[in-house]
């Protein structure tokens, strides 16, 4: 018999260099994308790099060991490489001229040069990948593939497209900036002004990827909500007269503060209505309510500082019963006035159900169902679910609640949402329908 006491003394597995390379990188490729960006001047070639660096890393680590600080080694890397490219294909002293002093230093950071220039190379990375040569679409496709490391099937559920046309968009827009020549900066004036609306939806995408996993076993992935809430904070600091640029900065606050009571004991999702609101995250509220006030006084507010000001209404609430829902509800009205998507009336059917009742909420969601952009997701019988639950059509609730199981690629809500269906009462069953 072996003695357990032995298995108990021992440490627990170190992860394995590849497991582990896989995480730094997934964390750090945006960083260092752009530093070989910064230096080439190409998306392209600066994501040819950074994947060649993650196979030197993969040969060389097993046999040096990890460094201290493995993404300042792939990071150094990339740039190194970058520079040894740009002495091969181009002449030296051109070339030099326009890196600066990049090409000399171990810095990664260039200090801005003047008051409106942005001292990190992953928002200069967010801006080139916005330019306005590609279309709206394509720049949210690149800038969520470059910066938040986002798979081509994870972009195109968030964008509720085939992944073959995110595929598409991705390789084409790589070519149209590298064919206009765009240069790896963040622009000034009317031509800033002109990238702003894409770089607001990048980061807003960015971090609903990190909100709520398009797929795996986890339901959150704090690394995205966390650049997403960086560039956010970099860009309000930037543009300071931007209304919707705090707008998105107070959403995106506020909906950070709920990460800790999102997910229970093994990461089991938490529904709102059961969040224990004492583990809501003060500080980032109170940030979240400053950067609304920035945004205005709510008569002129936009899509994001609506949004904000929706999630400012259940930050306030002490508890889920005290939620102003009509308040609530109004918001989305005008939401879904300013920029009316499928999504929002979705939600809006939510906040409707709270005060006008399940049925009458019903009617609207069931009036989504022949939405294409909705065809797939599985937020729509999620919702539907819950109505019918309520209306105690348990059968159908459940049958909503299975379909939306097997809509996601989540396994944490897949795992909530087969929980909500196998906890409806079962006709004939003792204490079920009658």
């Not at 070639?45 to 040096?64: K, M």
Request: net charge neutral; charged share 25%; aromatic share 4%.
């Amino acid at each position: 018999m072996e003695d357990v006491t032995e298995h108990a003394a021992r440490p627990p597995a170190r992860p394995s260099v590849r497991d582990t390379l896989d995480t730094v990188f997934r964390l750090e490729s945006a960083r260092i994308i752009a530093t070989a960006a910064r230096v080439l001047g190409d998306l392209g070639l600066a994501e040819e790099i950074a994947q060649d660096v993650l196979l030197a890393a993969l040969e060389q680590w097993p046999a040096t060991g990890v460094p201290d600080r493995p993404g300042a080694w792939l990071t150094a890397a990339a740039r190194n490489r970058a520079v040894d490219l740009v002495r091969r294909r181009e002449t030296y002293a051109r070339k030099l001229a326009e890196v600066g002093r990049t090409l000399g230093t171990e810095t990664y950071d260039p200090e801005p040069s003047g008051p409106g220039d942005i001292d990190d190379d992953v928002l200069r990375l967010v801006f080139t990948a916005c330019h306005p040569v590609l279309s709206a679409a394509a720049r949210a496709a690149l800038t969520l593939r470059l910066v938040g490391g986002l798979r081509t099937d994870e972009i195109a559920r968030a964008f509720l497209v085939p992944e073959a046309t995110v595929a598409q968009r991705i390789v084409r827009a790589k070519r149209t900036l590298a064919k206009a020549g765009v240069r790896f900066e963040v622009p000034y004036g009317e031509e800033r002004a002109a990238r702003l609306g894409s770089v607001l939806e990048v980061v807003y995408l960015i971090f609903n990827e990190g909100y709520a996993a398009t797929a795996g076993d986890d339901l959150l992935r704090p690394g995205l909500c966390e650049d997403a809430l960086r560039l956010a904070r970099g860009l309000a600091a930037l543009m300071p007269g931007e209304s919707e640029v705090h707008g998105l900065a107070a959403l995106l606050e506020l909906q950070s503060s709920r990460a800790p009571a999102r997910t229970g004991p093994g990461g089991r999702p938490v529904l709102l209505a059961d969040q224990d609101r004492r583990r809501w995250n003060r500080l980032l509220v109170r940030r979240g309510f400053e950067a609304l006030a920035r945004a205005g006084d709510g008569r002129s507010y936009g899509p994001y500082a609506l949004q904000a000001a929706i999630a400012a209404c259940h930050a306030r609430a002490a508890a889920y019963e005290e939620t102003d829902w009509r308040t609530i509800a109004g918001l989305y009205g005008r939401l879904a006035a300013l920029a009316p998507s499928p999504v929002v009336e979705l939600n809006r059917a939510v906040a409707v159900s709270m005060t006008e009742g399940p049925a009458a909420a019903l009617a609207l969601v069931d009036a989504l169902a022949a939405e294409p952009a909705l065809d797939g997701y599985h937020l729509l019988p999620s919702v539907r679910g819950d109505l019918l639950a309520r209306l105690g059509r348990h059968a159908e609730a459940r049958e909503a609640f299975e379909r939306a199981a097997a809509l996601t690629r989540n396994e944490s809500e897949r795992s909530l949402l087969r929980a909500r269906a196998a906890a409806l009462p079962v006709p004939g069953a003792p204490g079920g329908e009658g």
